[in-house]
């Protein structure tokens, strides 16, 4: 396609169970992030894939939160025993990462991200 | 560690200039960005000022950069109905996660 899609758009689920959310990156792109965007905050990074290795996990809040990208383009987050506290819009962007060079601005392309809803 | 500080409310007229202000603190920030969120619909790049210049003009949006304040404004002229949105401004630090702000919403009064 032609932007960054993500999978569910929504998601209900209760407190403890698991859930995965998909992102499809913009074709092309080698470097994919996820962020959470909790009500009235801004996004916040979670973990960033520079092809299929995650160059930068330390924005997970902790070892429920997982994320993979195998083959370099498709990535899915993962979190286990959900909380409450866990419901938020978890986004995904792309970008053409290093390929684009440090002194590159690196537009980072957002998906419309995924309603996480944990009752 | 990183933070960036927005007003979380502004409202103009419309035909008015809107200027929206952020402070950020990673002083080893390479870009700036001004990134639009309106309901419904993903964030939109709006723009961005890699952290070596002072001014960058694109239409009617207009970027300042304070770097000895660490303080960035992104002024809209002619602000429109459809101008309304939540602007976030974000930095990009040594990794390349972004730092967002908690978002600015722009209220247009007719």
């Known amino acids: 396609g032609a932007g960054v899609s993500q999978t569910p758009s929504n998601k209900v689920t209760e407190k403890g169970k698991y859930v995965e959310l998909r992102c499809d990156p913009i074709?092309?792109?080698?470097?994919l992030y996820w962020y959470r965007q909790s009500l009235g905050q801004g996004p916040e990074f979670l973990i960033y894939?520079?092809?299929?290795?995650?160059?930068?996990d330390s924005g997970l809040p902790n070892d429920r939160f997982f994320a993979v990208r195998p083959e370099g383009s498709v990535s899915t987050l993962k979190i286990q025993r959900t909380e409450r506290g866990d419901s938020a819009v978890y986004l995904c962007?792309?970008?053409?990462?290093?390929?684009?060079?440090?002194?590159?601005?690196?537009?980072?392309?957002f998906g419309p991200g995924t309603r996480l809803t944990v009752l | 560690g990183e933070d960036v500080e927005q007003s979380l409310f502004l409202s103009v007229r419309e035909g008015d200039s809107s200027v929206i202000n952020c402070t950020y603190t990673?002083?080893?920030?390479?870009?700036l960005y001004w990134y639009k969120q309106e309901p419904g619909a993903g964030l939109q790049l709006l723009t961005y000022?890699?952290?070596?210049?002072d001014m960058k003009q694109d239409q009617r949006l207009t970027v300042l950069l304070n770097k000895k304040d660490k303080h960035l404004s992104l002024r809209i002229a002619d602000t429109q109905t459809g101008d309304s949105a939540i602007y976030f401004c974000?930095?990009?630090?040594?990794?390349?996660?972004?730092?967002f702000g908690k978002g600015t919403h722009l209220i247009i009064q007719p």
């Open positions: 074709s092309g792109h080698t470097a």
């Open positions: 990673d002083s080893s920030s390479t870009y």
């Open positions: 974000a930095q990009r630090g040594g990794a390349d996660g972004l730092t």
């Open positions: 962007a792309s970008s053409f990462g290093q390929a684009g060079g440090r002194r590159s601005y690196n537009e980072q392309f």
């Open positions: 894939f520079q092809g299929t290795g995650a160059a930068d």
């Open positions: 000022i890699f952290s070596n210049m």
